[in-house]
């Protein structure tokens, strides 16, 4: 039996209150290893989720398998507009050699319980985000990204998705080749407010 963390970690929350993306496009190599990676999905799987059913799953893009799937991105953009310029064509080629390892979050909707689509997409959506935070645990940059190729029809079949399934997000992990420059967020202030009936 697992035993429950109860103790305080100052540490996890640091990270959390520093959390900022990488760019996709500033990702090189050393990407996670093996077991670096296992042990990034294995925290993914442990989000919230109603009815414990476990309603998503990973594709994992290292190597040469990036450009292989670069190819079938290509295929789909020129289905889309034949007339599409060599230099797009190019970029879509290499879109997923931007990182040393993708990971598509897929959404997959589960009706073994009634547990409402609602919540087991939000589950989806949770994986992608500790997924991220699990990267960057680890010493990693990632991205959390969706694109026009996580909605494309044909892009989706060449995945395996079945009617009840999305890409939830393609998740980009590697080794920031550039400053992660901290964004503007919201105030406290303008975004919380305590209900008192």
């Known amino acids: 039996m697992t035993e429950l963390f109860t103790g ?3 540490a996890t929350l640091d990270l959390l209150l520093r959390r900022r993306s990488s760019s996709a496009k500033a990702l090189g190599a050393p990407g ?3 077991a670096q990676l296992r042990a990034i999905l294995q925290a993914a799987a442990r989000v919230p989720d109603h ?3 476990f309603p998503w799953r990973f ?4 190597g040469a398998a990036r450009g292989a799937f670069g190819a079938v991105l290509e295929e789909a953009l020129v289905a889309r507009n034949e007339n599409v310029s060599e230099s797009l064509r190019r970029f879509e080629r290499g879109r997923f050699l931007r990182a040393p390892v993708v990971v598509a979050v897929i959404s997959a909707l589960s009706d073994a319980r009634p547990i409402p689509e609602w919540e087991q997409r939000l589950s989806a959506g949770a994986v992608c985000q500790t997924l991220l935070i699990a990267a960057i645990a680890s010493g990693f940059g990632a991205n959390w990204v969706t694109e026009w190729c996580a909605y494309d029809e044909l892009v989706t079949a060449r995945l395996g998705l079945g009617p009840q399934e999305k890409v939830a997000g393609y998740i980009y992990i590697g080794t920031p080749t550039a ?19």
């Open 8 to 10: 305080s970690s100052p």
């Open 32 to 34: 996670p290893d093996a």
């Open 51 to 53: 009815g414990k059913l």
């Open 59 to 62: 594709v994992v893009f290292e």
């Open 179 to 197: 400053e992660v420059i901290e964004r503007e967020r919201p105030e406290l202030d303008d975004i919380v407010r305590w209900w008192n009936g």
